[in-house]
């Protein structure tokens, strides 16, 4: 299985308290639930939102994610492509026919993007998607834009 790494650069001159500072999503945001295998991520990703607003939920793998995503009420989703136990296309699939509200409102992530299904996937599902390492900004615009997607 291939890994893939995201850093993120701080600026060694920023305020002290900054580094103690804890993040608080809005209790009435809408929640993301965030499916990476990769811990590191996981957490980057949940701040970022956390601290654009958004509640979040975290899964590391298919099984684990499908089942929270029945389980819990989510607007959007954050899905690593490469998963320990399958990948995420298998999942979109599934939520696709069990929670067909979640599907439109995913953003796919993922740290390589070498295969031929999963780009003919990508192009015919039309969800965004992002290269490890990824601009956060750019990662909250584009999960604000799919929370935004009117379910039809």
Not at 67 to 79: C, F, I, K, T, W
Not at 87 to 100: A, C, K, V
């Amino acid at each position: 299985m291939k890994s893939s790494a995201l850093a993120a650069v701080i600026p060694w001159d920023a305020p002290r308290e900054t580094a103690h500072h804890i993040v608080r999503p809005d209790p009435a945001g809408p929640r993301i639930l965030v499916v990476d295998d990769d811990e590191a991520v996981q957490d980057l990703v949940t701040q970022t939102l956390a601290a654009a607003g958004f509640r979040t939920g975290t899964a590391g793998s298919m099984q684990d994610a499908q089942e929270r995503a029945l389980d819990e009420d989510y607007s959007g989703m954050v899905l690593d492509l490469i998963l320990p136990d399958s990948n995420g296309l298998t999942l979109y699939r599934r939520l696709q026919r069990l929670r067909p509200q979640l599907a439109p409102r995913t953003v796919f992530i993922t740290g390589m993007l070498d295969d031929e299904e999963i780009g003919r996937f990508l192009k015919r599902v039309g969800n965004p998607l992002l290269l490890k390492p990824f601009d956060l900004d750019e990662l909250v615009e584009r999960v604000r834009r799919v929370v935004s997607t009117p379910f039809v």
